[in-house]
């Protein structure tokens, strides 16, 4: 979730537009009310959420290696979150690229107005490139 929240995030900084912080707040207080809603209380719930924080920040600021034309992954911060992918570019690490790249593209074309509501609707085919 917070992947496909840094990439829109991300196109609104490439298209120089300003992310509406409602939205911003919303995410965060959904996740708060699940959070509870799983039984956890105030002491645990505000440290998961300053953990969600960051993680959310640490994929905001380094999803990306530097590229002006294409949305490049940064492997080593999927590396450290994923460790499924044990540390190589496997099949399964290389449609998990392929996925967000496309979603980026995808995303990208959106007007910003339908961006969010739109990205729910991506659907991605293993078999494209």
Do not use: W
Request: glycine share 2%.
């Amino acid at each position: 979730m917070f992947i496909h929240f840094s990439v829109i995030l991300i196109i609104y900084k490439k298209k120089a537009l300003k992310f509406d912080q409602k939205s911003y707040d919303s995410l965060f207080f959904n996740i708060e009310n699940n959070l509870r809603e799983m039984g956890f209380g105030d002491v645990t719930v505000n440290k998961k959420m300053k953990i969600f924080n960051q993680i959310l920040y640490d994929f905001l600021l380094k999803i990306e290696t530097a590229s002006k034309k294409e949305f490049n992954i940064n492997e080593k911060l999927i590396f450290k979150y994923f460790d499924e992918f044990n540390h190589t570019r496997n099949d399964k690490y290389v449609n998990f690229e392929r996925y967000f790249s496309n979603f980026y593209d995808f995303c990208f074309e959106l007007s910003p107005n339908n961006m969010l509501r739109e990205a729910l609707k991506f659907k991605f085919n293993y078999g494209s490139s």
